[in-house]
């Protein structure tokens, strides 16, 4: 991996880490996963007595899954370099399974965030995702729209949704859309 694809890499994943790590202790367990799914839910106002919420703590408890596969005991925690560590092994060792498992993730976050029931993301649906659950200005999340929206219809569909995630979790493309999937780095 060249320093550029490391610094993106870090970049994006921090991001990431750093909303996964609920207890703000510098370290992700499986336990913080399944508290970011109810807390995504709960932002997006969704019953906790819900089947869409109950799928988001699943997915989100299927993140740590997919990063820690032998955290039988539950006791595995891990710091930034360990967890994009075993993004990497991932991606490399079990690249299909990898992706079926973030579209699988993809589709229950958008599912959450698809307010209307269209089955496409309105601007506002999106920039409102963005700012309960990751905290991005409303500015951003426009911009973050706009990278998404890769066909200009002026919305995003589940495909383009999906894409997003997969580009931020795989892609070294400093241009790729999907970088800026939870928000500008």
Known sequence: MTTASSDLRFQKFNRWFKTADVDDDGLVDRRDFEQYGKAYAKALGIPPDSDKYQRMVEVSKGVWDLQAPHDHDGTVRMNI?????AAVAGMQSRRDDYLARASAV???YFEAADADGTGRLSRDEHSRMLQVTMAVSGDDARAVF???DLDGDGAISRDEFRQGFIDFLSSDDPD??????FGPL
């Open 106 to 108: 993809a589709d229950a």
């Open 146 to 148: 706009d990278r998404m």
């Open 176 to 181: 790729a859309p999907g970088n800026w999937f």
């Open 81 to 85: 370099e360990q967890w994009i560590e």
